[in-house]
């Protein structure tokens, strides 16, 4: 990932060029799976501290950059937004569902699997929905058979 792609992803979100910024969103484009604090601290140079790590996830995820996944055992990963999160102007839109790999332990947006539309009893008002499937992802079941 050149930095001129990463310089124009912080430009497409009104995002102001920080060190810390490009950082972060290189270690998103890097990767193909979601990634929990840690381990986007763990990636990064020392140089910034964790609540600047912090706060820049924190704007990411305000600006529509990164959205929220629920993982496995409560705890919050984060994954980098696709074209298709971006359906309407007024609302950000996550109703894919994410994988959990229990032999690699990575979660992965299922970007084009659609969560099912589920449907509450009378005066229950839905803000989001997560859904997280458990499993063997592609990448370990064919070493499985390889
Ligand atoms: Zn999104
Ligand atoms: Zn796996
Ligand atoms: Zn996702």
Do not use: W
């Amino acid at each position: 990932m050149d930095t001129k792609a990463i310089k124009h992803t912080l430009k497409a979100y009104s995002l102001r060029q920080t060190e810390c910024r490009e950082e972060i969103l290189a270690i998103f484009l890097n990767k193909a799976h979601a990634l929990a604090h840690a381990d986007v601290e763990t990636q990064m140079s020392e140089k910034f501290d964790r609540v600047t790590v912090y706060r820049t996830l924190k704007t990411f995820l305000d600006k529509g950059l990164i959205h929220k996944v629920l993982d496995d055992e409560g705890s919050i990963k984060y994954a980098l937004c696709k074209d298709n999160c971006h359906q309407d102007d007024h609302h950000h839109h996550h109703d894919h569902v994410h994988f959990k790999c229990s032999s690699c332990g990575l979660t992965t947006c299922l970007d084009h699997v659609v969560i099912p539309a589920v449907v509450l009893p009378e005066g229950y008002k839905r803000v989001e929905t997560n859904l997280l499937v458990q499993g063997v992802c592609k990448d370990c079941n064919a070493k499985q058979l390889g």
